[in-house]
């Protein structure tokens, strides 16, 4: 069974600094992408950052690219969300969620319960 628990929210400053756990079982990282997604209040969930099952790309929407990195621990069977820079508009519930079976990016099934993230101004 695949199973996805977030951790590392909580209220930070603007400017301020998080780093999102994403502890995995059922599963290795090597056979399944792991996506961060948000929810704020009143609006649709959006994707963040995602991860593929080789490690080897990573992609990010655009509203934080440059402040937000996306890593993982294979040994760990975790992996992180480094939020830098943060602003009011970050604020949001953070899930993460595991893809497919290709590996890819897509297709993400298993969510985690998400993790709170408040950016006061």
């Known amino acids: 069974q695949l199973q996805l628990v977030e951790s590392g929210g909580g209220l930070v400053q603007r400017g301020g600094s998080l780093r999102l756990s994403c502890a995995a079982s059922?599963?290795?990282?090597?056979?399944?992408?792991i996506g961060w997604f948000r929810q704020a209040p009143g609006k649709e969930r959006e994707g963040v950052a995602c991860?593929?099952?080789?490690?080897?790309?990573?992609n990010y929407v655009d509203s934080v690219k440059g402040r937000f990195t996306i890593s993982r621990d294979v040994a760990k069977n975790t992996v992180y969300l480094q939020m830098n820079s943060l602003k009011p508009e970050d604020s949001a519930v953070y899930y993460c969620?595991?893809?497919?079976?290709?590996?890819?990016?897509?297709?993400?099934?298993?969510w985690g319960q998400g993790t709170q993230v408040t950016v006061s101004s």
């Open positions: 991860i593929s099952s080789s490690g080897g790309s990573t």
């Open positions: 059922g599963f290795t990282l090597n056979y399944r992408a």
């Open positions: 969620a595991a893809g497919g079976v290709a590996g890819l990016c897509t297709d993400f099934g298993s």
